[in-house]
């Protein structure tokens, strides 16, 4: 009886280390999908199935951060300069940055906290300091703190970057 050397693909998930050989009648099957034992899509390291809700969540409110000051001057008679791509470079970095970057990012320190998930609801509205908890409407005021914090925003994003 002769001997044959036989070479099959073994792989191994990512998340739960189980191995295994992916056979159909004797043959090299195709790329599982998913891991034999803890059945996961993400069994081979896919950057999209390892994110969480709260991860995912916080980049979708910084993704839309140029769509958000672009719409400030509709609302309000005021140019705030923010650079083109900056959102996508920032979400594209290898790797990830973490949820207290993406924390970090979203409410910088003293600032109104704007995001896309909440710009309607206070536009023109400061804290108002006699009073803690309170806003009152001053539109300069806004405007300032708006200015600021888009600025705070398009520092913080290249030093994490880097």
């Known amino acids: 009886m002769p001997i044959q050397r036989i070479e099959v693909s073994e792989y191994e998930c990512a998340r ?9 009648n004797g043959q090299d099957g195709p790329v599982p ?29 910084i993704k839309y951060f140029g769509r958000l000051y672009d719409n400030a001057g509709f609302y309000f008679s005021v140019e705030i300069d923010w650079p083109n791509g900056l959102c996508e470079k920032f979400l594209d970095i290898d790797p ?10 979203l409410y910088p320190p003293e600032g109104l906290g704007l995001t896309s998930q909440n710009q309607d609801t206070h ?5 108002d ?10 539109k300069e005021e806004y405007l300032n703190l708006l200015k600021q914090e888009a600025q705070k925003r398009i520092e913080l994003m290249p030093q994490i970057m880097k």
């Open 33 to 61: 999908q998913k891991c034999a034992k803890c059945k996961r899509l993400g069994w081979n390291g896919g950057r999209k199935e390892l994110i969480s809700p709260t991860e995912r969540g916080l980049r979708r409110q």
């Open 129 to 138: 300091p006699d009073r803690p908890e309170w806003m009152k409407f001053d």
């Open 96 to 105: 990830r940055p973490t949820i207290e970057e993406l924390k970090q990012v």
């Open 123 to 127: 536009r023109g509205f400061v804290p």
């Open 16 to 24: 739960c280390g189980y191995k295994w050989i992916n056979r159909i």
